[in-house]
């Protein structure tokens, strides 16, 4: 074990003194609270261009209720994938607008529009504001998020993560 935590501290001496060049990092991992992927999500992005990017996600999301036969716990894990088009609107700060899809189980979004259980592909649209250093470093975006079921239904998140 403690070999283990000394190569540990040796591998991030050696990255932590290894020069950092000014090139562009085209990933970013992310956890995102509430937003596209429902309640949480952890997310990648993968920079295509320099405003242009491909979302994949994973939302997550559980549901506590009581019935007559007992309490009944529910966890749902939903698969997210989005474009995102990032405005630069100065340094590392950008206007973000994307466009995507959720796919959850009709079992899980209460929906008078669902009479069985299937897989729901819902759109979901974002608008919002992106901190990201193109060349690296800590990441932080909030958004105005929509579902398109029925209806539209508004939301929000806050992702905090790192690009590299």
Known sequence: MKN??????FLIAVAAAYPQTMENKNNIVYAELLGNGLFSSVNYER???NNFDLRLGLGFAF???????GS????????????????????????EVGGGVLIASSD???SDTFSQSSLVFV???????RYSPKN?????SA????FIMAGVTPWGGLGIGYRF
Request: hydrophobic residues 45%; contains cysteine; negative net charge.
């Open 4 to 9: 283990l935590i000394r190569i540990c501290i």
């Open 47 to 49: 920079v295509i261009s």
């Open 63 to 69: 549901d506590n209720s009581e019935s007559n036969s």
């Open 72 to 95: 009944h716990h529910t966890t749902a894990f939903f698969p997210l994938a989005m474009a995102n088009y990032s405005i630069d609107i100065y340094g590392n700060n950008y206007v």
């Open 108 to 110: 899980f979004i209460i």
């Open 123 to 129: 759109p979901t649209t974002a608008i919002g504001y």
């Open 136 to 140: 690296g470093g800590f990441f932080f």
């Open 143 to 146: 958004a105005f998020d929509m």
